[in-house]
């Protein structure tokens, strides 16, 4: 499967983004589907985790309460809402399908990247 993420650019800090990831060349499996992020010089962290029904959504704990995942199974689409951006979420957003249906917030559990997407905060 082939995801291509979405959607990032820049934004001042307070504002809002939606990002995108679409799978091509299957429809989503029933594994968990996530978003990851890469700061400069970091390593990628886990920021979003949601199971195939979406019943079961996990955040990092920098992201809860402002940050929303969701998923259509039939669009092949997951996006992840982001509200009240600020500075430190600067970075290239990676969305992943997991190895598993169990919620997994480490990046050796997942098997399929999308190619990354950048979103800039500005202060």
């Known amino acids: 499967v082939q995801l291509q993420a979405s959607g990032g650019g820049l934004v001042q800090a307070g504002g809002s983004l939606r990002l995108s990831c679409a799978a091509s060349?299957?429809?989503?499996?029933?594994?968990?589907m996530g978003w990851f992020r890469q700061a400069s010089d970091k390593e990628r962290v886990f920021v979003a985790a949601i199971s195939w029904s979406g019943s079961a959504r996990y955040y990092a704990d920098s992201v809860k309460g402002r940050f929303t995942i969701s998923r259509d199974n039939a669009k092949n689409t997951m996006d992840l809402q982001m509200n009240s951006l600020k500075p430190e979420d600067t970075a290239v957003y990676y969305c992943?399908?997991?190895?598993?249906?169990?919620?997994?917030?480490?990046?050796?559990?997942?098997?399929?990247w999308g190619q990354g997407t950048l979103v800039t905060v500005s202060s």
């Open positions: 992943a399908e997991a190895y598993t249906s169990a919620l997994i917030t480490t990046t050796r559990g997942y098997q399929y």
């Open positions: 060349g299957r429809t989503f499996s029933s594994n968990v």
